[in-house]
Structure formats: C-alpha cells, structure tokens
C-alpha cells in the first residue's frame, strides 16, 4: 500500500534559522510530490511539486526551497525563516491508477518565534 | 495555470438537513479528476468523494454527493441528512498536471 511520512510534525524556530522538513513515499515508484503550505483557518497553498527527480516547479516566490535527491524523498528549506513562515506544512502525493487519490503526510506544524 | 473558487467561506446547517457546497475551477485541460476533502480539527485530510472527468454520471458516496457540470466548470457537494461529525472544512480539488485547492468552506452543522 502507498504511505506518505512526513516529519517532524511540531517545530519551532527562531527567525533566520535554517529548515529542513523531509517527506517519503512507500510503496509506489516515479510519484508527483507536493508541499503546500495552510495558514490558520485557510486553503492549502500549493507551493512546490515534482514530477521527477531534481524536477521542481515553484508555485509561490519565496525564501523556501524544495528538492528531490531521491525518487520517494521530498525535501522543504529555508536558509534564514521569517515570521511569515510560520503555518502548517502537508506534503502529499498522487496515488496511482490515473491519479485516483491524493495522500497527505501527517503535516508540520511551525512556528517561527 | 488551474485555479479552484470556493465561494462560501462558513457555512451552517441543522442536523438531519441538507447542505450544498460550491466549487468552481478552471482548466484548459480535459482529463483531470476533482475531488472533496474533509478536514477536521485534527487537521488530518479526508477524501471525501471522487469525480473523474470524462464520466458524466454525478459521484455518490452515501450521504454525500456532487453536481458535476463540466461545461460550467462547477463541482458542487450536497451532503444529505447532515450529522455532528461533518462539522469540518471542506476543500475542493483539483488535479491534472499539479493539484490544487480551494480556500475551503467552514460547515458547521448545529444539534
């Protein structure tokens, strides 16, 4: 069965530090990867995807990053966090068989003090 | 690039009643899926039903059911004897080369 793992699921930072949050996908092969951001009581905003490894496209100009060293590894950054950043981050992926179904990971919750 | 409106930030409705949700979108492409996802406070995403877009017939899982009209670009959720634990957000979605969201409803459904 396709799983999506998503940690850590609570972070604090301060501001101007770096970020890593890392997302993996069991049990599928060549997935489109997603990271959206949901601020308190909003929609998700879609702010990478990939298609492919070393593959991202970019939704929102920002100071976040996104990358894909592996085929089942999805990786969000920050050299320096701004305040702005705090917010609850999802990855999620296409599950397969004509894109039948969205999965989530667990979602981080961040907050930038 | 696909955008997804939801136009009804809060919504409320009496238990055992029926409540509709709206969602437009828009695309140039032709095969794609939309979907609605339940939310709850635990913030966890719940798919709630399914449309593929080449069918015509309207998803039904249930209690919960859509008004797919294709040429309108509208996909709208009827949720049928309405109980306490439908009390979440509600996103509409999108997904054909990327997926997208809507900004959600808010349904609140009152005893």
């Known amino acids: 069965s396709q799983t999506i793992h998503q940690w850590p699921a609570t972070l604090v930072q301060p501001v101007g530090s770096p970020l890593s949050l890392e997302c993996t996908v069991e049990?599928?092969?060549?997935?489109?990867l997603y990271w959206y951001r949901q601020a308190a009581g909003r929609g998700l905003q879609l702010l990478f995807y990939s298609v492919g490894i070393g593959q991202i496209s970019s939704e929102v100009p920002q100071n976040l990053s996104a990358s894909r060293p592996q085929d089942r590894q999805f990786i969000l950054s920050s050299k320096k966090l701004l305040l702005s950043d705090s917010g609850f981050y999802l990855c999620?992926?296409?599950?397969?068989?004509?894109?039948?179904?969205?999965?989530f990971g667990q979602g981080t919750r961040l907050t930038v003090v | 690039a696909q955008t997804v409106t939801q136009s009804q930030p809060e919504m409320s409705v009496q238990e055992a009643e029926t409540v509709t949700l709206s969602c437009t979108y828009d695309t140039s492409e032709n095969n794609y899926y939309l979907f609605w996802y339940k939310q709850p406070p635990s913030r966890q995403m719940i798919l709630v039903i399914r449309?593929?877009?080449?069918?015509?017939q309207n998803a039904t899982e249930n209690r919960f059911s859509v008004n797919f009209q294709k040429a309108a670009k509208s996909f709208s959720l009827k949720i049928s004897d309405s109980q306490l634990g439908d009390t979440a957000m509600y996103f509409c979605?999108?997904?054909?080369?990327?997926?997208?969201f809507g900004a959600g409803t808010r349904l609140t459904v009152k005893p």
């Open positions: 979605a999108f997904t054909g080369n990327d997926m997208r």
């Open positions: 049990g599928t092969s060549n997935p489109n």
């Open positions: 999620a992926h296409l599950g397969e068989g004509a894109r039948a179904e969205a999965f």
């Open positions: 449309q593929e877009a080449y069918k015509q």
